[in-house]
Antibody, heavy 121, light 107 residues
Framework: EVQLVESGGGVVRPGGSLRLSCAAS????????MSWVRQVPGKGLEWVSG????????GYADSVKGRFTISRDNAKHSLYLQMNNLRAEDTALYYC??????????????WGQGTLVTVSS | DIQMTQSPSSVSASVGDRVTITCRAS??????LDWYQQKAGRAPRLLIY???SLQSGVPSRFSGSGSGTDFTLTINSLQPEDFATYYC?????????FGGGTKIDIK
């Protein structure tokens, strides 16, 4: 069974940093691309960033480019999102999502339950 | 960036109804279009990928069609568990983008 478990969310002040983690199990991690997708409670879905199977191809939403960094450790079956210079508009539930293929640009076949990030003074 | 526009934003329907949701892309995305279902408090669930391919485990009453800029998700014979919000997503190019969602509620 595929499992994606996010952690690292919390309350942070504007301008602060957080590092999200996603622990993956139940599949061959380095066969798949991975992404972070966020959702403000009660609102729609926004893709944040994605990474291909070996980290050689990475993409970001314009809203986070230059502030967020995605990475993965295939040996640890883990995905990460380093979030710097956080803004109030980054407040959302952050989902870890597994691509249906090895690339960044694809559908997401499996999702975690999300970790909540709140940016507030 | 490719903009995805869904319509309607909400629809009231009854069990047994046929429901159609449309999604329009701001440019040609061929068939790089996916559909998700999301229930309150839950993560999204992939229903359809590549415009018309049914994800494993998804009931056959769900179907997708379209290419280029115009796409549809059809739910035949709506079931009680289908009342949820549905999103389209383009998988043509970065940044990946979602439609605004269509909520199906009980009439």
């Amino acid at each position: 069974e595929v499992q994606l478990v996010e952690s690292g969310g919390g309350v942070v002040r504007p301008g602060g940093s957080l590092r999200l983690s996603c622990a993956a199990s139940g599949f061959t991690f380095d066969d798949y691309g991975m992404s972070w997708v966020r959702q403000v409670p009660g609102k729609g879905l926004e893709w944040v960033s994605g990474i291909n199977w070996n980290g050689g191809d990475i993409g970001y939403a314009d809203s986070v480019k230059g502030r967020f960094t995605i990475s993965r450790d295939n040996a640890k079956h883990s995905l990460y999102l380093q979030m710097n210079n956080l803004r109030a508009e980054d407040t959302a539930l952050y989902y870890c999502a597994r691509s249906i293929t090895s690339v960044v640009v694809t559908a997401f076949g499996d999702w975690g339950q999300g970790t909540l990030v709140t940016v507030s003074s | 960036d490719i903009q995805m526009t869904q319509s309607p934003s909400s629809v009231s329907a009854s069990v047994g109804d046929r429901v159609t949701i449309t999604c329009r892309a701001s440019q040609d995305i061929r068939t790089w279009l996916d559909w998700y279902q999301q229930k309150a408090g839950r993560a999204p669930r992939l229903l359809i990928y590549a415009a018309s391919s049914l994800q494993s485990g998804v009931p056959s009453r769900f179907s997708g069609s379209g290419s280029g800029t115009d796409f549809t998700l059809t739910i035949n014979s709506l079931q009680p568990e289908d009342f949820a919000t549905y999103y389209c997503q383009q998988a043509h190019s970065v940044p990946l983008t979602f439609g605004g969602g269509t909520k199906i509620d009980i009439k």
